[in-house]
């Protein structure tokens, strides 16, 4: 059974850079079937797709966030990670790592972990 | 940008009732959409993926259809489970910009 884990620090401070990270289980992120992808959620709103990148290494940016995100993958150690500069605190938020089929649903959820931007 | 609006944003029902939940596309997106059950504390669980295909599990009083820009989904007979928040993601754009709708929450009446 496929498994996504985010981990990385629940606290940062403005103007600083958030990173996570995505560890798989489970299966192989070097797939050519799937899609690696960050979605957040800000607390009691809705969801928000960051991201998502191939196991080559091409990704895909919501243009709202393209200038301050970079996503990338390790395959050697089955992750990928998630990097936002310049936090503030509209940040603040549930990330969640997914895989999803090209053009397709998203089908694997992590658990989400909370990130709270706070000085 | 595609944008999805929901429709009702919040809906109260009771046990046994039939509801459906509306997702309405700005522009055309074929079948490109899902549908996602989310509960308080938990990641969204995917129900219906290509607008009426029902994910594997899921129980077969949820089902979804259309296609273009007007989609529903319909819970046939609700049960005390399904009060949860749903959201609709369109999945049609390129480059991808995978949307979701704002949400519906659905509560006990």
């Known amino acids: 059974q496929l498994q996504l884990q985010e981990s990385g620090p629940g606290l940062v401070k403005p103007s600083e850079t958030l990173s996570l990270t995505c560890t798989v289980s489970g299966g192989s992120i070097s797939s050519s079937s799937y899609y690696w992808g960050w979605i957040r959620q800000p607390p009691g709103k809705g969801l928000e797709w960051i991201g998502s990148?191939?196991?080559?290494?091409?990704?895909y940016y919501n243009p709202s966030l393209k200038s301050r995100v970079t996503i990338s993958v390790d395959t050697s150690k089955n992750q990928f990670s998630l990097k936002l500069s310049s936090v503030t605190a509209a940040d603040t938020a549930v990330y969640y790592c997914?895989?999803?089929?090209?053009?397709?649903?998203?089908?694997?959820w992590g658990q989400g972990t909370l990130v709270t931007v706070s000085s | 940008d595609i944008q999805l609006t929901q429709s009702p944003s919040f809906l109260s029902a009771s046990v046994g009732d039939r509801v459906t939940i509306t997702c309405r596309a700005s522009q055309g997106i074929s079948s490109y959409l899902a549908w996602y059950q989310q509960k308080p504390g938990k990641a969204p669980k995917l129900l219906i993926y290509?607008?009426?295909t029902l994910q594997s599990g899921v129980p077969s009083r949820f089902s979804g259809s259309g296609s273009g820009t007007e989609f529903t989904l319909t819970i046939s007979s609700l049960q005390p489970e399904d009060f949860a928040t749903y959201y609709c993601?369109?999945?049609?754009?390129?480059?991808?910009?995978?949307?979701f709708g704002q949400g519906t929450k659905l509560e006990i009446k």
């Open positions: 290509a607008a009426s």
């Open positions: 997914a895989r999803h089929g090209i053009a397709a649903a998203i089908d694997y």
């Open positions: 990148i191939y196991y080559s290494g091409s990704t």
């Open positions: 993601q369109q999945l049609n754009s390129y480059p991808p910009l995978y949307t």
